[in-house]
């Protein structure tokens, strides 16, 4: 749980940290957010994040609200106020808050609202060890067509991770009309083919593309691992050698069940076990 929260400028204990009743972030899902991972008192990509917190707002006809600097100092004294080593850093940005009008507000008038809280996850402490491996239970993707815009409308992401977890299952593995997966409902997903090929979606509306992808992009190369951008069906899926997935809360995180499928051999592959322990020497880690 955050102690101190952020908000439009004051760092508020918790309980009494809130937003306006019309804030159009509550009606409208009409802002966006970053989650970036906490380690050893440093910032996972931090610029990376910042980016494409931009890119979002962009997207929605949104500035910055501060500059990244801006921003970067109060990630930096949320994180110190609650005391995080390891654990997540969240920002909110939404268009402020104004009385409920599907129209945009004048941005002259109404500031925009911004919440950053901080957290500690014993997971995180793992440390260089690999995450346990999860299973994943496939369904179909019922989100919005602008899913490269990191916006907080998470209900259907929302609903599938709960029916994974009905199943037992970490995460939910969402799939398009024609039967490709998509991504989790907060992860990117990966395969490694019987060949050793690293198999992901490439950037799209139909998904996030995620800080991590690109971290795992950037381990590959500096390896020499071979990776094909493209999408793959369940079916394939559920035949790879390897499979996981990758966020900023997740790391590389071994699947290793897809619905009743277990994948390779139902343990951590090689590719996988690679990837989980270098992650962190191709990442940015800011103070
Ligand atoms: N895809 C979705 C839908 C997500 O929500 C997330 C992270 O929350 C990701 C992918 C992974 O992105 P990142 O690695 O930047 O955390």
């Known amino acids: ?43 996972v990509d931090e610029s990376r994040h910042l980016a494409r ?9 949104m500035p910055m609200p501060m500059s990244a600097k801006a921003l970067g100092r109060v ?75 990191k916006t907080v409308q998470l209900l259907a992401s929302s609903l599938a991770r709960q029916r994974a977890r009905a199943k037992g299952a970490g995460e939910a593995w969402l799939v398009d009309g024609s039967g490709h997966v998509t ?12 060949a050793g090929v690293l198999v992901t979606r490439p950037p799209s509306h139909d998904i996030l593309k995620g800080v991590t992808r690109a971290a795992v992009f950037d381990l590959a190369r500096r390896e020499g691992l071979e990776i094909e951008e493209r999408a793959f069906t369940v079916e394939e899926a559920k035949r790879a050698a390897e499979a996981f997935i990758t ?21 951590p592959g090689p590719f996988t076990e690679k990837l989980a322990r270098a992650l962190y020497s191709v990442t940015e880690l800011s103070i």
């Open 1 to 43: 749980m955050s102690r101190w929260v952020y908000v439009n400028g004051r760092y508020l204990p918790y309980g009494q940290a809130g937003v306006h009743v019309e804030d159009r972030g509550f009606q409208f899902a009409d802002a966006v957010y970053e989650v970036c991972e906490i380690r050893g008192g440093r910032i």
């Open 53 to 61: 917190l931009e890119r979002s707002l962009g997207e929605l006809d």
């Open 75 to 149: 990630i930096r004294e949320t994180i110190r106020r609650n005391r995080v080593r390891d654990g997540l850093v969240y920002l909110q940005v939404t268009r402020g808050a104004a009385p409920r009008d599907f129209l945009f507000p004048d941005p002259e008038r109404v500031p925009q609202t911004v919440v950053c809280t901080a957290r500690s996850v014993p997971l995180a402490k793992v440390g260089l060890e690999m995450r346990p491996g999860i299973h994943v239970v496939t369904m179909p993707d019922e989100r919005w067509a602008r899913r490269d815009i």
């Open 183 to 194: 991504e989790g409902a907060a992860s990117n997903a990966w395969i490694v083919s019987e």
């Open 247 to 267: 966020s900023a809360s997740n790391a590389v995180t071994p699947v290793l069940r897809i619905d009743d499928s277990p994948i390779g051999a139902g343990e």
